[in-house]
């Protein structure tokens, strides 16, 4: 069974610092992991997917199989970073739908 | 404007009706997707569909029934037979399966009164 956890509910950094909102995943096969962002009163929306190796309004993620993890990272966070993330699990083969972690709310103070 | 779009924004139900969210979709997606999001417990699939006249139960579908007679549209309706039905319910599409590039809808928030 795949299984996304992300163990804090509430993250609260100032302005300038650094965040990392952490993801463990738990999958038996090859994994594709992606960070989804929600901003208040906007629509849930793709940020970055590992596969892609991108960086998103600074934001970067590195997929580790040795630790199961997919955390993602900010150097310095900034007030419009306030949001909530989930980071989403599928097979790297396909055919199945996004699971979901329960979400990190992300609170950066100014 | 391509999009995805959920109607009602808000919708009551009284205990024992069933009720219906409609969910639209304008990009020529071929998946569609209802999740379930309530507070402290992320998105939960409900139902998903990856072409049309065809279906799969999610991880709670116990209570839901969804229909897919058109590409574009994919209903979800709420039966009496869910427990807990009060929640925010949320619309996604993708091109196809292996396609994780999700559109979401705006969402749809069912309370039973």
Not at chain 1, 77 to 86: F, I, K, T
Not at chain 2, 30 to 39: E, L
Not at chain 2, 58 to 84: H, M, W
Request: proline share 4%; with cysteine; charged share 20%.
């Amino acid at each position: 069974a795949q299984r996304v956890t992300q163990p804090e509910k509430l993250l609260s950094v100032f302005k300038g610092a650094p965040v990392e909102l952490k993801c463990n995943y738990s999958y038996s096969g090859s994994p594709e992991l992606f960070w989804y962002v929600q901003y208040s009163r906007q629509r849930l929306q793709l940020l970055l997917r590992h596969i892609s190796r991108e960086s998103i309004k600074g934001f970067t993620a590195d997929l580790n199989k040795g630790e199961t993890s997919f955390h993602l990272k900010k150097p310095f966070a900034q007030e419009e970073d306030s949001a909530m993330y989930y980071c989403a699990l599928s097979a790297l083969s396909g055919n199945t739908p996004l699971v979901f972690g329960k979400g990190t709310r992300l609170s950066v103070i100014a | 404007d391509g999009g995805i779009t959920q109607s009602p924004k808000y919708l009551f139900r009284k205990e024992g009706q069933n009720v219906t969210l409609s969910c639209e979709q304008n990009l020529n997606h071929d998946a569609m997707y209802w999740y379930r999001q309530d507070p402290g417990q992320g998105l939960r699939l409900i139902y998903y569909s990856q072409i049309v006249n065809d279906f799969q139960k999610g991880d709670i579908a116990e209570g839901y029934s969804v229909s897919r007679e058109k590409k574009e549209s994919f209903p979800l309706t709420v039966t009496s037979a869910q427990k807990n039905p009060t929640a925010f319910y949320l619309c996604a599409s993708s091109k196809g399966a292996g396609d994780y590039g999700y559109t979401f809808g705006s969402g749809t928030r069912l309370t039973v009164v």
